[in-house]
């Protein structure tokens, strides 16, 4: 008989590769979506679609005494919000209503992972010789990271006895991901723009090898929580992508450095025009913070040394497969 795992935010990009690996390793697949959610690239790889309220404890205790799960993955987040209320009640109410239902349901649950983000720990000096690894003080840049900060922070005060890991991942990228996809789109109309001329240590992770090692978080036994940061364990300049861009498009870029200035002035008038609009808009001064920290770069030997993680891609096939995914489905 078939193990039954749940994931959330299973129409999302990361969510979509997830059910696709989780259907591969022979699991019973139940993604959790909204009736308005377009499912047409997960369809093939989920046993059953399931609607509940992620914020009601009640109603996902009954989902889950009645289907009886081994496994829960929790990767649906509001990656953007008006205000911190709003995002403080997606990203820590429906954590703590999921891990709440699900630690007290009747049901074979083996464990549970936690999509949070390095967001939530934030980034450190470029000079910093040590990696970012898991007992680094919180310090996050916007409302997104202190949203996960305190999801974080929720669960190692309520549940910090039971079977939970939580998965801090980089920036991750692959087939389907639309954020970086603009700097993409961007390099295919020739420019190669950057905010400002500071240099800057970054680190990715390619959506495949994330999706292995949330799975391996709830299928190797590990004991009670566990926070892991995640990267592909490399640290890379802030113009990596672009000279893996040009090699596979055999073009020529325009490297452009826009004044911070200039570019925080930019965001500043961006929200204001967005500010009674429902949207937020792509560059806005919170944002900034993050696009311009210094140094991102990440330790990932917790991971390796408790769930054998080991990244089959770096960056540079990684975002080969993705830049020939965007060519072949005429994104790019």
Same mark, same amino acid.
């Given at each position: 008989m078939?193990?039954?795992? *749940? &994931?959330?935010?299973?129409?999302?990009? @990361?969510?979509?590769?997830?059910?696709?690996?989780?259907?591969?390793?022979?699991?019973?697949?139940?993604?959790?979506?909204?009736?308005s959610s377009k499912v047409a690239d997960i369809k093939p790889f989920v046993d059953k679609f399931v609607f509940p309220d992620?914020?009601?404890? +009640? +109603?996902?205790?009954?989902?889950?005494d009645q289907e009886g799960y081994h496994y829960i993955i929790h990767a649906a987040a509001?990656?953007?919000?008006?205000?911190?209320?709003?995002?403080?009640?997606?990203?820590?109410?429906?954590? =703590?209503?999921?891990? =709440?239902?699900?630690?007290?349901? =009747?049901?074979?649950? +083996?464990?549970?992972?936690?999509?949070s983000s390095l967001a939530a720990v934030g980034p450190i000096p470029y000079q910093e010789e040590k990696l970012i690894d898991e007992s680094f003080p919180y310090h996050p840049l916007t409302v997104y990271g202190r949203s996960k900060k305190a999801s974080e922070l929720m669960i190692q005060d309520k549940y910090?006895?039971? $079977? /939970?890991?939580?998965?801090r991942p980089t920036a991750v990228y692959g087939p389907r991901e639309k954020d970086i996809f603009i700097l993409f789109d961007t390099m295919k109309k020739g420019l190669d723009p950057y905010i400002g001329s500071k240099p800057q240590k970054l680190s990715f992770v390619y959506v495949k090898d994330l999706?292995?090692?949330?799975?391996?978080? @709830?299928?190797? !036994?590990? +004991?009670?929580?566990? &926070?892991?940061n995640i990267s592909d364990g490399e640290v890379y300049s802030r113009y990596a992508m672009a000279e893996i861009f040009k090699e596979v498009f055999s073009r020529k870029l325009f490297r452009m450095?826009? !004044?911070?200035?200039?570019?925080?002035?930019?965001?500043? /008038?961006?929200?204001?025009l967005y500010k009674n609009?429902?949207?937020?808009?792509?560059?806005?001064?919170? $944002?900034? *913070?993050?696009?311009?920290?210094?140094?991102?770069?990440?330790?990932?030997?917790h991971a390796k040394n408790l769930l054998d993680y080991d990244p089959k891609y770096l960056l540079e096939n990684g975002l080969k497969e993705s830049l020939e995914w965007y060519k072949i489905n005429k994104w790019l």
């Amino acid at each position: 008989m078939k193990k039954k795992i *749940f &994931i959330t935010g299973a129409s999302g990009f @990361v969510g979509s590769h997830l059910t696709e690996a989780a259907q591969n390793l022979g699991l019973e697949v139940h993604a959790a979506v909204r009736k308005s959610s377009k499912v047409a690239d997960i369809k093939p790889f989920v046993d059953k679609f399931v609607f509940p309220d992620l914020g009601n404890a +009640e +109603e996902l205790k009954k989902l889950f005494d009645q289907e009886g799960y081994h496994y829960i993955i929790h990767a649906a987040a509001m990656t953007k919000a008006k205000d911190e209320q709003t995002m403080n009640l997606v990203n820590v109410g429906y954590t =703590d209503a999921i891990m =709440d239902a699900a630690l007290s349901a =009747d049901m074979p649950l +083996e464990r549970i992972s936690y999509v949070s983000s390095l967001a939530a720990v934030g980034p450190i000096p470029y000079q910093e010789e040590k990696l970012i690894d898991e007992s680094f003080p919180y310090h996050p840049l916007t409302v997104y990271g202190r949203s996960k900060k305190a999801s974080e922070l929720m669960i190692q005060d309520k549940y910090t006895d039971q $079977r /939970i890991s939580i998965f801090r991942p980089t920036a991750v990228y692959g087939p389907r991901e639309k954020d970086i996809f603009i700097l993409f789109d961007t390099m295919k109309k020739g420019l190669d723009p950057y905010i400002g001329s500071k240099p800057q240590k970054l680190s990715f992770v390619y959506v495949k090898d994330l999706v292995d090692v949330l799975l391996k978080g @709830v299928m190797v !036994p590990q +004991e009670g929580l566990q &926070i892991y940061n995640i990267s592909d364990g490399e640290v890379y300049s802030r113009y990596a992508m672009a000279e893996i861009f040009k090699e596979v498009f055999s073009r020529k870029l325009f490297r452009m450095h826009v !004044p911070l200035s200039l570019v925080k002035g930019i965001a500043e /008038i961006s929200q204001y025009l967005y500010k009674n609009s429902t949207k937020t808009p792509v560059i806005y001064p919170e $944002r900034l *913070f993050e696009l311009t920290a210094e140094n991102w770069a990440v330790d990932i030997s917790h991971a390796k040394n408790l769930l054998d993680y080991d990244p089959k891609y770096l960056l540079e096939n990684g975002l080969k497969e993705s830049l020939e995914w965007y060519k072949i489905n005429k994104w790019l």
